[in-house]
């Protein structure tokens, strides 16, 4: 159950992304199917144009979604505003702040780790 909840949220937004996914194949395929009764033609699942159809309305969609949050993650990592709580800076600055007193008090960082409660603590 650890292993579960350490990556739920990948979990859930995997979940979420297949489930839209699937949601987006039904739509696709009622769609192609109305359209092949419109021009009298038989809708097969497993045709060669549905399945192209299928991939181009997919890739169109990632495009936009991966171009929107791409220029978001990268505009997020370069364009910060200095000391903001966003800004890594921020808590750099309060992190060597902290070590400076532990220092000062004779207490080493290891030993403030093994006390801290397990969510807290250094994974990496």
Do not use: C
Not at 60 to 85: D, M, P, R, T
Not at 99 to 115: C, K
Request: proline share 2%; net charge negative; hydrophobic share 45%.
């Amino acid at each position: 159950m650890r292993w579960v909840r350490d990556r739920s949220l990948g979990i859930l937004f995997l979940g979420l992304f297949l489930l839209t996914w699937i949601a987006q194949l039904v739509v696709q395929w009622l769609q192609f199917s109305a359209d092949q009764r419109t021009h009298g033609e038989e809708a097969v699942f497993w045709s060669s144009d549905f399945w192209v159809d299928f991939g181009q309305a997919t890739f169109e969609n990632w495009q936009s979604e991966f171009l929107q949050l791409g220029s978001f993650v990268i505009a997020g990592a370069y364009l910060v505003y200095k000391g903001s709580s966003e800004s890594p800076d921020s808590s750099e600055r309060i992190e060597a702040k902290v070590d400076r007193l532990l220092a000062e008090r004779g207490i080493t960082v290891d030993d403030v780790e093994r006390e801290l409660p397990y969510k807290y603590r250094r994974t990496r």
